[in-house]
């Protein structure tokens, strides 16, 4: 279902985008960009992260590291990873395929600068085996992501 609701999302608010398919797992960093034939630094994961009682999602650089020091100054809390089920339940995106398009409720998202050193970014869409390729500045538009300096660049993907 969850790749469907991204299909959904892109035919309703950005029909000019697809959504492409792999036929190996996109579900980590390093997969994702073997899978689609970029660099690791252009995959952007999604985090889903809780902030005392809040949900968000921070859409970061493949290469980046979060901050917990930047991203308890940005929203007051210290962050904690969501849970593989939680994460389900929230999003509605199994993970490997969390994505800030079509999720089953809406969440506040957050788009990390280090995103910005690329023209375009490889997101997952709601599985596994699925991306779209798009700017980092259209991304943040479609999902109203206010961006963010919460992370940390390495040299390797995770």
Not at 78 to 101: D, I, Q, S
Request: charged fraction near 20%; glycine fraction near 8%; hydrophobic fraction near 45%.
């Amino acid at each position: 279902m969850s790749l469907q609701s991204v299909r959904a999302f892109f035919a309703e608010k950005a029909p000019d985008i697809s959504v492409i398919e792999s036929p190996i797992s996109s579900a980590t960093v390093a997969l994702a960009a073997e899978a689609y034939g970029v660099e690791p630094g252009m995959i952007a994961k999604t985090l889903s992260l809780r902030i005392g009682e809040r949900v968000i999602l921070i859409v970061a650089a493949g290469t980046s590291r979060m901050d917990n020091k930047k991203v308890k100054a940005a929203f007051g809390g210290k962050p904690k990873m969501l849970g593989l089920e939680e994460v389900a339940e929230v999003t509605g995106h199994e993970v490997g395929g969390v994505c800030p398009f079509g999720l089953r409720a809406p969440l506040p998202v957050y788009c990390d600068v280090s995103l910005k050193a690329f023209d375009v970014v490889v997101p997952a869409a709601g599985s596994t085996h699925s991306a779209v390729r798009i700017t980092p500045e259209r991304m943040a538009e479609l999902t109203g992501a206010e961006w963010v300096d919460v992370c940390e660049i390495r040299s390797e993907a995770p």
